[in-house]
């Protein structure tokens, strides 16, 4: 067993305690998407940041046997939540991003299924438990929310639950020129929550700076996460 170490002042008892955690399964190594790669490479805490929100959501889906994902891009975020989850249907209309999670991600979480599907086109199934969907929301056009919004309520069952985040509008002023480029729909934390209820019976709105989410003072929140019951069918 030493033979595995470099150096010879440990003990071998620590040693022969040492189990690293691919010894207590086989284990494949996973390749990261480009877009996660890319995360990773340019600025990596946004990569915590991601697995940050899908960890919240695993734990408030936790036991869901049927969970539809809107935007998956290449599946990172996905892995985490399937953890938690019976089968997780994750979707993203961007072409190269399903591939990716084809090949990368779907070989190792079998219950997860990845479909290319603009979900502006229409609903999918109707009797998912629960939805999520981060980082979408912002980048919809504000004339086809409402479109959005209808399909989710649509294609969940009845008492189901949706988890929806995005950037806050007041976090746009820090933001990158891309980003504000790209975000086409961000909400201060009352908008955001308003807009929810036309949909579902509850709302209950949370907040994120950084890895932390919270229920503080939303103008002061980079991220809102709003965890909405009871579509209105």
Do not use: W
Request: aromatic fraction near 12%.
């Amino acid at each position: 067993m030493t033979s595995d170490f470099y150096g010879n002042a440990s003990s071998e008892f620590a040693k022969e305690r040492y189990v690293p955690v691919k010894a207590k399964k086989e284990v494949k190594n996973i390749t990261l998407g480009a877009n996660s790669s890319a995360c990773l490479m340019s600025d990596a805490k946004l990569i915590g940041f991601t697995t940050a929100k899908h960890k919240f959501v695993g734990k408030m889906f936790e036991g869901y046997q049927n969970v539809l994902e809107i935007g998956c891009m290449d599946g990172y975020g996905s892995m985490f939540v399937s953890q938690f989850v019976g089968h997780l249907t994750a979707l993203d209309f961007y072409k190269s991003h399903i591939d990716e999670a084809k090949t990368h991600v779907a070989p190792n979480f079998p219950n997860i299924e990845f479909m290319g599907h603009d979900f502006l086109d229409g609903p999918v199934g109707g009797n998912f438990d629960g939805c999520f969907s981060l980082d979408v929301l912002e980048h919809i056009d504000p004339d086809q929310e409402h479109v959005f919004l209808r399909n989710v309520v649509d294609s969940l069952r009845r008492g189901g639950a949706f988890i929806v985040g995005m950037p806050s509008l007041e976090s746009q002023q820090y933001a990158s020129e891309a980003n504000r480029f790209a975000h086409i729909n961000c909400k201060t934390g009352s908008d955001f929550k308003t807009l929810m209820e036309e949909y579902f019976d509850s709302v209950f709105s949370f907040g994120m700076n950084d890895e932390v989410v919270h229920t503080g003072y939303s103008k002061m929140s980079h991220y809102l996460i709003n965890l909405c019951v009871g579509p209105k069918k």
